[in-house]
């Protein structure tokens, strides 16, 4: 019966300015990590503790980059937390299944660590690096401080890369700066991307103090307080947050580029790029119409409104070179459409593109025109928002479709 977080000492300094440690008295040595190694007793003792393995060459390799499953393993064992029989787990996400070396290390670590959803699809990417602003959140949460404090989420405004946070992180990240969990740079910068060493890891979990106590369970950590959500939006994208957007629930990254929003994304698998509207859904209103300026700049458009959302399946509206498409999407990674109506239109610069829905009906309008309707349809799907195929993007920011003045209204 051991090891709960009992104290933090200025966690993550070492992301910043990284202060010398004293020299360890282990009973172990790595030929590349000297006592004159900056984090020479935290690797000592994490590796004393078969919390970090060394290499058969007599190698620690300090320097090599921690995966995100490699973290679920040791932050489980520095805590010293019993795994019970994996028979009695379940899979929660789709890359890591039962037969994966971390399947169980990944489990019991989930109450702490990020995952990603698309759709009602979740997967933990276990090979790709740990970063920073994921091992801060596992900070906060082990510490119970999401529990216990209100975020103040204006701290990030100080970064100038603050927009690179992921959404739902938001608050985590506050709570790691004023806890002293973390730091940011001497350039203003947060580098929430930014992967971690091995030798960072271990000074990480030796910084966290984890000390001799009775074990304990821990509760998974609970949602952040959701704000009340708007049935009217308007979004200008004269800043760059997308507070009003998903983010965290789009399978690619949106970003503000001069006052104007677009995506990107080097995942192949993906065509269809879906920026869900954040609302109150729960309302399921029968009326409601949404619109945004589509800019084609030096593209074919690909771009405009999806709505009807729901099981990752959507209907699409966007402009083409020389037409307006009204399309069904069943998966945002796969390519084909069904197609419902095409509208012949000649693509301008800027183009106006609106939806309208009212009851089982709803219409299509490009520059306050009417072009298309269709009536009796099933519309029960509640998520909304903007629409890209992957091609409208392939030379951002040179040439890239972009949205601009988008609205949103529930209508009476």
Known sequence: MKKLVSSMLATMTLFTIVPSLPAAQASQSFRD??????????????????????????????????????????????ADVDMDDASRLTQTFRDVPRSHWAFRYVEYAKPYLTGYKTGSTYTYKPAEDAVREDIAVALVRLLRFDQTQKADTDLLDDFTDEYRISNNLRPYIALALTNKLIYGFNDNTFRPQAAITRAEAAALLYRAKLDES??????????????????????????????????????????????????YSNNTDIDHY?????????????????????????????GGLYFNGKNGKATLVYLSKNAVNIRKMQDVKERDTTAVATVSYTLQKTNKLKVTVKGDNYYVYVNDKLVYGQQDRDLTGTSLGLYLNKDATKDLPDKATYFDNFSFKVLP
């Not at 939006?233 to 507070?243: E, G, N, P």
């Open 274 to 302: 879906l920026l869900p509207l954040r609302w109150d859904e729960a309302r399921k209103p029968k009326n409601y119409e949404l619109q945004t300026d589509v800019i084609a700049t030096d593209t074919d458009g690909l």
């Open 33 to 78: 990590v000297p006592k004159s190694h900056w984090a020479y007793e935290a690797i000592m003792e994490m590796a004393e503790q078969d919390v970090i393995d060394g290499y058969s060459d007599g190698t620690f390799r300090p320097n090599n980059r921690i995966t995100r499953s490699e973290f679920a393993k040791i932050m489980i064992a520095a």
């Open 214 to 263: 009775d074990k304990v369970v821990f509760p998974p950590a609970p949602k952040p307080e959701e704000p009340k959500l708007p049935t009217a939006v308007t979004d200008t994208f004269s800043d760059d947050k997308l507070r009003n957007w998903l983010t965290s629930q789009s399978a690619v990254s949106w970003g503000v580029y001069s006052n104007r929003v677009s995506a």
